[in-house]
């Protein structure tokens, strides 16, 4: 099992940034692809982005597309989301989740295909 945690959120205006990073331990992080999940209150989780073990292939919603941005570290065990231009609509609680194969890969990315996920970090952006 890998252990993650979640950190950077907090309250923005909108059309400001911020920087969630997800920290792994326990198991070889830099053989899995990270994703990045949000839940906003009375709604189902929803994807956000993904990135491969490498880091060399990146998908994300339509509705972050060009403004957030995911990246990693595997020297650092670490996975980024550099959120931009952030809307009211963004707010919600951000997790990250490793998945539950090693070197396995999918653009179109589910909650299923999760087997460890953070805590979550809140991020609400004002109007």
């Known amino acids: 099992q890998v252990q993650l945690v979640e950190s950077g959120g907090g309250l923005v205006q909108a059309g400001g940034s911020l920087r969630l990073s997800c920290a792994a331990s326990g198991r070889t992080f830099s053989s899995y692809t990270m994703g990045w999940f949000r839940q906003a209150p009375g709604k189902e989780r929803e994807f956000v982005g993904v990135i491969s073990w490498t880091g060399s292939i990146i998908d994300y919603a339509d509705s972050v597309k060009g403004r957030f941005t995911i990246s990693r570290d595997n020297a650092k065990n670490t996975v980024y989301l550099q959120m931009n231009s952030l809307k009211p609509e963004d707010t919600a609680v951000y997790y990250c989740?490793?998945?539950?194969?090693?070197?396995?890969?999918?653009?179109?990315?589910?909650?299923?295909?999760?087997?460890?996920w953070g805590q979550g970090t809140q991020v609400t952006v004002s109007s």
């Open positions: 989740g490793a998945d539950r194969r090693p070197t396995h890969y999918s653009s179109r990315y589910y909650a299923r295909d999760v087997g460890s």
